[in-house]
């Protein structure tokens, strides 16, 4: 117990509070040793919109499965990287640039990391249970990484410098895709899903060819294509 008083008493006034809300009461004094087991037992964390800084103090949560640390100052995923339990991650809106210390938790399935710094999706490439992935509005180019994610099935990548769609091809899982506001000029990857069910490519060369977004909906009868500019007018 002394090691959880110590890591307590190293913790800034900002992640006090937070740990006080899920306590279930203000401390007037130092936690007691039962809380501060509950603490570092947690499973599920929300410390969104706070004015955290760092996930340093989260270090010590090695059983954390869920975790929403959005729309805070956080630069960095770092402290997360032995948090082998996790299985959902919202750090989205905040000024992190890598999603290097994601790279062995092999039990993630959602991530939410959208409106962020990050350049690349790399680490994310052997992580063979992720359903779930929001990257919109971010820094990368490619979605190389993405073509080992046999399980995904949710993916939002709209918003970036990406032109390609090749490595989603054989993602049979997928039932929504968001590729919006991007550079993309062909669906033909996306033709064969099976699963396929959404598909939002407003604001993209692709989305002004009717030609191309008819063989779409022709390979591809069961998807929906909302926001189409002419869907109204054929």
Not at 187 to 213: D, G, Q
Request: charged share 20%.
């Amino acid at each position: 117990m002394r090691t959880l008083r110590a890591w307590w008493e190293v913790l800034d006034e900002e992640w006090k509070r937070i740990f006080e809300t899920v306590i279930g009461h203000q401390l007037v004094q130092e936690p007691d040793n039962q809380e501060l087991q509950k603490l570092v037992n947690l499973e599920e964390l929300h410390c969104g919109a706070t004015n955290i800084t760092t996930l340093e103090p989260l270090r010590a949560l090695t059983k954390l499965q869920i975790l929403g640390c959005f729309e805070t100052a956080i630069t960095s995923l770092e402290p997360l990287e032995h948090l082998t339990n996790l299985q959902i991650l919202g750090c989205s809106e905040t000024q992190i640039t890598s999603l290097e210390p994601l790279r062995n938790l092999t039990h993630l399935k959602v991530l939410k990391c959208y409106a962020t710094l990050i350049k690349d999706l790399e680490p994310l490439h052997n992580l063979p249970q992720l359903e779930v992935l929001d990257c919109a509005g971010t820094r990368i180019t490619s979605l190389e990484p993405l073509r080992s994610l046999v399980n995904l099935q949710i993916l939002n990548c709209g918003g970036n410098d990406i032109a390609d769609l090749e490595p989603l091809r054989n993602l049979n899982h997928l039932t929504e895709v968001d590729c919006s506001y991007t550079k993309v000029t062909n669906l033909e990857p996306l033709m064969a899903l099976p699963h396929l069910r959404k598909l939002s490519c407003k604001k993209t060369p692709v989305s002004v060819s009717v030609r191309k977004i008819e063989q779409f909906k022709r390979q591809c009868p069961q998807c929906q294509l909302p926001d189409l500019w002419y869907q109204h007018v054929l």
